[in-house]
């Protein structure tokens, strides 16, 4: 074959493709194209808005859109399920055939309509001035179909017989199935059932129990509850009579109303029996309107709770931050001011307030929640309340009568404190656990900085231990590495040892317990006869620091003293760090 030859089968071969591409190719597509199997291809379910079907031996259904809501108009009026008839649109907009009869094929068929079983349900979609009506036939003879016509169509579609389930059977399949909308801006609530029931007022951002009793409500619950009653759906539309026989639904006399006002409405649930074949479902309407509803009676239970439940059970119910006096009445009375950052004793002391202590404290009553005791009290001796053993009282600011609250704590008993909040519930006692209680601060020495020292390894110079009878001393040469003393003797690991003189160089109490020297022995110093003293150089000047160790504390710490403003005060030695001293810095028993 010449290169002539070879040269015009490529040409052809070239106009081949071309062809292929540039014609063939869109012409397929267009005639694909125009043999969509979509039924509604040309439906929007975002513009659609108005629906309507008819159905063999059901009312019909209509359905208007009215901004971008939609609303049941027959056979009631009544609120839609807006995501259930989008999702409706959206399933029709893609319903596709699976066959279909030509208008040629019908040709011969003058009573296909009767055949075919059109006439006695249809399905309607509005988009604005355009309209499309779908007849619904019979099921096919065989392959589970059925039949399908567009009104002004000139062919017969067969699809998935599937089709009916996305109908409605009854225009309570498209009801909103929202029990009641509860607005943001509800700012009352009450509720009666029987002989109880209550009152929350929502007042500064907060909600109050204003009855029986005057209390802050638990924001929490109520919060929890009130969302809950608002996702409350309805399980079944019961009779939408305009008067129905209320006695049969134990509606006559409600067993529980509660009621949620705003400013601009107010709606009032009323509930009444369950169901004889169902208890946990219930009867419920709104006051005044005429539907009845079935809704799970769980949900609603949660309102019938002895109004103590929605009480606040925290020490405070405001933000530690709100703090800025806090007066002290154990011991001594007294009284811290916070400036800035810091706080100080008002009257004069000669130590730093420990920061923490006072943030420790004012978190403790933030999180901590009482049990209550007694609703009235008449003798509050007898809970060691007159006088309290103890008594705080947190104010917003200086030199004011304003108090954010008052308490007070009485008797420690096995297990657990008596408290009395006396600014806001006066006649009543509720309780603590009574662990932390021995840690609540009562004397201003208590608040002073727990920093017992502060220095680093290198400032020491000489260690010396004593322990039941026996010491051991450790020196540091000129070259800066430990050894021991002549005399003394041991296993010394120089990085372990270093270690623990950091530790001890920043040390810090974990409670203050003792400022009287006089009391030492109730501690058991001189039952453990522990004694570590540290020889300080800073410059030219010597210090020797003493710590002693004592007993174990009800907490599992341990007890130690040191030297503050001229006498032995007794502290909680922080536990971890007992087990490095006992390492290093004890003597081994033989």
């Keep these: 074959m010449n290169s002539k030859t070879t040269w015009i089968f490529v040409a052809i071969a070239g106009l081949v493709f071309a062809f292929i591409i540039w014609v063939e190719h869109p012409a397929r597509e267009k005639f694909n194209a125009s043999r969509s199997t979509k039924i509604f291809s040309g439906m929007d379910p975002k513009t659609a808005d108005h629906l309507e079907i008819r159905g063999a031996g059901h009312r019909e259904i209509h359905a208007q859109r009215s901004n971008d809501s939609w609303v049941l108009t027959s056979p009631l009026t009544y609120p839609a399920a807006n995501a259930r008839i989008q999702n409706f649109l959206q399933d029709l907009a893609e319903l596709e055939w699976q066959a279909n009869i030509t208008a040629e094929e019908l040709s011969d068929q003058p009573k296909a309509q009767d055949e075919f079983g059109f006439g006695a349900a249809s399905l309607t979609v509005r988009q604005g001035a355009k309209e499309m009506k779908l007849l619904i036939g019979t099921n096919t003879p065989v392959g589970g179909q059925i039949y399908l016509k567009i009104v002004g169509g000139t062919g017969i579609y067969l699809v998935d017989s599937g089709f009916l389930k996305f109908l409605p059977q009854s225009a309570d399949d ?9 607005p943001e801006s509800v700012n009352l609530i009450k509720t ?7 009152t929350l007022s929502h007042t500064n951002q907060s909600w109050r129990m204003t009855a029986p009793q005057q209390a802050h409500a638990d924001e929490s619950k109520v919060a929890e509850l009130l969302k809950k009653t608002a996702a409350l759906s309805v399980t079944r539309f019961e009779t939408d009579l305009a008067s129905p026989d209320l006695e049969t639904f134990g509606l006559q006399t409600p067993e529980m109303e509660i009621s949620f006002t705003s400013p601009t409405n107010v709606l009032v649930l009323q509930v009444g029996r369950s169901p004889t074949n169902d208890p946990t479902q219930v009867f419920v309407r709104l006051q005044n309107k005429s539907p009845i509803f079935r809704v799970a009676r769980e949900a609603l239970d949660s309102w019938r709770s002895s109004p103590t439940n929605f009480v606040d059970r925290h020490l405070i119910h405001f933000p530690p931050a709100n703090v800025e006096q806090i007066e002290v009445r154990g011991a001594k009375p007294f009284v811290l001011q916070r400036h800035g950052n810091s706080w100080q004793m008002s ?18 009553f933030s999180r901590t929640e ?14 060691g309340l007159a006088p309290a053993a103890i008594s705080y009282t947190l104010r917003p600011a200086a030199l004011t009568n304003a108090i954010l609250a008052q308490i007070e704590f009485g008797t420690n008993q ?26 609540l601060p009562r004397a201003p020495w208590q608040f002073r900085d727990r920093r017992i020292w502060n220095f680093v390894p290198d400032e020491v110079h000489q260690v010396t231990i004593r322990e039941k009878g026996r010491e051991r001393k450790m020196i540091r040469n000129p070259h800066g590495d430990w050894a021991f003393a002549p005399g003394s003797q041991g296993i010394l690991n120089p990085l ?30 001189k039952t453990a006869d522990h004694r570590i003293s540290l020889e300080i150089k800073r410059g030219q000047k010597t210090e020797m620091l003493t710590l002693d160790f004592g007993d174990l504390t009800e907490f599992g710490t341990r007890y130690a003293s040191v030297p503050l403003d001229g006498a032995r005060t007794v502290f909680e030695f922080p536990w971890p760090q007992f087990f490095e001293v006992q390492d290093n810095l004890g003597i081994p028993q033989k």
């Design 370 to 383: 009482v049990q209550l005791e007694k609703d009235v009290v008449t003798d509050f001796a007898s809970y």
């Design 496 to 525: 372990s040892f270093d270690e623990t003189l950091v530790r001890l160089g920043a040390l810090k109490a974990v409670f203050w317990v003792s400022p009287d020297e006089k009391n030492l022995d109730l501690f058991g110093f």
């Design 192 to 198: 009666r059932f029987g002989n109880s029931g209550f």
């Design 414 to 439: 096995t297990g657990k404190v008596f408290v009395r909040r006396r600014d806001e519930y006066p006649d009543t006692v509720n309780s603590i656990q009574g662990e932390i209680f021995p840690r």
């Design 347 to 364: 009257n004069t002391s000669n130590f730093v307030v420990d920061v923490e202590i006072v943030r420790d404290i004012l978190n403790f």
């Design 174 to 182: 498209w009801r909103d199935p929202t029990l009641l909308r509860i």
